[in-house]
């Protein structure tokens, strides 16, 4: 594709609910990043995926997150039991090969928890 | 641990103004440090800086790493309502596939 897409671009979880946000990055990017930016905050790091090998998910917050990329293409990051801390946006990113390459990120989804 | 911080956090100026936004770190192991300038949600690539005291040009933007002093700056040039966005600075360490992002500037150019 001709950049990032994210999906969906905003979504209303009651606290409790399990949500799922989807990432199509471009097409023959092998890494793929997810950031979560919080009210004027910067992005930080979730978790990396190199192809379908997840590498790092040192900056997941706890075990309710959950990121998968099954065939190495789209990604998608899961948050169980959503809770109001939780409440953000979520930014994907990939790039042809890491960090040494530009990083492209989408337009993110926007959780709000209530 | 590793940190960058971002001064000033917000600014506010006329167009035509220049402008010089802020990033010092404390990274062990720093391999590069990028710029992005974000309007809505998705950060936009501005610069990556490895190598300090080139200075990095695109148009009426520069940015120049200092290795030594632990900083780099951005400069806007004759600013216009279109440059009004959070410029973030982040930066990758040797070894880790992650950018990890200062707090942003928020610069809005008035009219």
């Known amino acids: 594709g001709a950049g990032v897409s994210q999906s969906p671009r905003y979504k209303v979880a009651k606290r409790g609910q399990d949500v799922a946000l989807r990432c199509d990055p471009i097409s023959g990017h092998v890494s793929l990043f997810w950031y979560q930016q919080a009210l004027g905050q910067g992005p930080e790091f979730l978790t990396y995926f190199q192809n379908e090998a997840q590498l790092d998910k040192s900056g997941l917050p706890s075990d309710r997150f959950f990121a998968e990329r099954p065939e190495g293409s789209v990604s998608t990051l899961k948050i169980q039991r959503t809770q109001q801390e939780d409440s953000a946006v979520y930014l994907c990113?990939?790039?042809?090969?890491?960090?040494?390459?530009?990083?492209?990120f989408g337009q993110g989804t926007r959780l709000t928890v209530v | 641990e590793d940190k960058v911080v971002q001064s000033p956090l917000s600014l506010v100026v006329h167009e035509g103004d220049t402008v010089t936004l802020n990033c010092s770190y404390e990274?062990?192991?720093?391999?590069?440090l990028l710029w992005y300038k974000q309007e809505k949600k998705a950060p936009t690539f501005l610069f990556m800086l490895t190598s300090s005291g080139i200075e990095k040009k695109s148009g009426r933007l520069s940015s120049i790493l200092d290795k030594k002093e632990l900083f780099s700056i951005l400069n806007i040039t004759a600013t216009q309502t279109g440059d009004s966005a959070v410029y973030l600075c982040?930066?990758?360490?040797?070894?880790?596939?992650?950018?990890?992002f200062g707090q942003g500037t928020r610069l809005t150019i008035n009219p």
């Open positions: 990113a990939s790039s042809l090969g890491g960090t040494g390459y530009q990083t492209f």
């Open positions: 982040a930066f990758i360490i040797q070894g880790a596939q992650k950018l990890v």
């Open positions: 990274v062990t192991n720093f391999r590069s």
